[in-house]
Every structure is written in C-alpha cells, then in structure tokens.
Nanobody, 120 residues
Framework: QVQLVESGGGLVQPGGSLRLSCAASGFTLDDYAIGWFRQAPGNERKGVSCIESSGGSTFYADSVKGRFTISRDNAKNTVYLQMNSLKPEDTTVYYC?????????????WGQGTQVTVSS
C-alpha cells in the first residue's frame, strides 16, 4: 500500500519540543517534495513546511519560522519536522504529503495524521 505514515505527536508543555516523522510505505521519497500541513477542526488545512526532493530547498510558514526545522533522510525513506519552542496555538493534527515540488498543487499520499497538543 502506497502511503505516508506520520508519528511523533503527543502532549508537550509550552516551550517544549517534539520531532515528527513522516515515513513512506510502498514507494521511495527520493523523487518527491514532502510537505507538512496542519488542520484544526473546522479550519482549512494549512501548509507548515516543505522540503524539496534534493533537500536543497526548504520552506516555512511565517508562524513557525525560527522554531521548526524540516529535514529528510532518503536512506531511511523518512522526513522529519523538528518543532521547538512550541506554543498552545501549534496544537492540532499534523499531516505530511508528497508532490513533485513544494510549489505543486497536487499533494497526495496523505497519512492519518499525528496529534500535537501543547498545554500546561
């Protein structure tokens, strides 16, 4: 089955850190840009960060710049999102998806998401 599987979410206090993982199943990530998105209930899905297939270019939403870092390990077929200085407003479900480019409009292979909760 071709899919992406997110993991690493959990409950953390404000100011804490989490590292999310996005692992590919049934295909290799080498040729794909991988984006991280988040969606709160009742809200539209928003892009958080993206990394091109080569890993040479990365992109971040203004709300997470300086706090989140995206990286990839193609040998492990996995993309990571290191989240530091977490805030309560970062609380939501995080998803990853693949496209040919971070500027693409056809992200697919969506996973089930991983819940991040930032609360004291």
């Amino acid at each position: 089955q071709v899919q992406l599987v997110e993991s690493g979410g959990g409950l953390v206090q404000p100011g804490g850190s989490l590292r999310l993982s996005c692992a590919a199943s049934g295909f290799t990530l080498d040729d794909y840009a991988i984006g991280w998105f988040r969606q709160a209930p009742g809200n539209e899905r928003k892009g958080v960060s993206c990394i091109e297939s080569s890993g040479g270019s990365t992109f971040y939403a203004d709300s997470v710049k300086g706090r989140f870092t995206i990286s990839r390990d193609n040998a492990k077929n996995t993309v990571y999102l290191q989240m530091n200085s977490l805030k309560p407003e970062d609380t939501t479900v995080y998803y990853c998806a693949a496209d040919r480019s971070c500027h693409g409009t056809d992200f697919h292979f969506w996973g089930q998401g991983t819940q991040v909760t930032v609360s004291s």
